[in-house]
């Protein structure tokens, strides 16, 4: 089976983002980037070199559905006619019933979020979804996990690691354990656990940093020998990333319980304190960050959390200093 990384551009701060094209019957595209027209010229062109068009692609697998991974989509299943979209079914970002803002307004309520703030966030909102164009549910195949992808001369095994996103899905090849991760590994960055309305209780936040670490666990159960990222250089030691990854998150959780007073303060206001500089999108990537790292201490009894005027107060708990 060959796997041929394609780095595409992309109009966000993260920069480029690898796709991987998977040259064996059925051909089939994991993640295709921005809708944007540098992104679909340079996916035609690496296409080419790999003696590829659109029209030969079959499957179009999404590992989740912001629009730096899922933007073209639908122009490219359009294209080649026959292709099948395949994505999780806790993901929301690439629906036509994406641009619900209100689940999401209201889980930024309840963090602390300014009106003001919440008006801007909006704004940039409605920017970047411009990068994708949305998808009818009907128009999707459902990625279970534990499922096999089947090519001519082998499979992926379908593991969902949600975290970054409640969806989020890596691709596992078992003959040499290579994976294939999205956002839910980068080499050089911790992914952000983003803010997201829980998939089965749309009025509660999705736990993501809990559940990102189980992700991480279970994809380190495989002992990848090597994991294709959605952003940077592959990653071929996964066992320290593996640990540098839980460091940074052990330390970023002594930051977060230290920031917070005896009075108590909401997620937004540690936001603030965390990264103070943050503007545009970084905001709301802070407060998403903030929110989960509230989330998993209070879960370990680290931090108490009690709503009031529909926020929530998170203050130290006696289990901080355990």
Known sequence: MKIVP?????????????????????????????????????????????????????????????????????????????????????????????????????LLVRAGVPADELALMRKLYEGVRQFADAIEDDHCVDLIDEAELEFETGSLRVIHTPGHTPGSCSFVREGDRTIIAGDCILKRVTPNPVLSPDPIDTSRRFKSLAEYLVSLARLRSFAPTLVLGGHGDAVRDYEELFNRYLRAIRERQATVIGLLPKQGATAWEVSRAMFPGADNVHRFLAVSEAAAHLDYAASEGKVAVETSDGREIYRPSGGANR
């Open 6 to 106: 394609i780095s595409l551009p992309t109009p966000f701060y993260i920069g480029p983002v690898n796709v991987y094209l998977i040259k064996e019957d059925p051909v089939t595209l994991i993640d295709t980037g921005p809708k944007t027209k540098e992104a679909i010229e340079t996916l035609r062109t690496a296409l080419r070199s790999a003696n590829v068009t659109v029209s030969d692609i079959r499957r179009i697998v999404l590992t989740h559905a912001h629009e730096d991974h899922c933007g073209l989509a639908r122009a490219l299943r359009d294209e080649a006619k026959d292709a099948e979209i395949f994505v999780h079914n806790w993901e929301t970002g690439h629906r036509v019933g994406r641009f619900e803002y209100e689940e999401h307004r209201q």
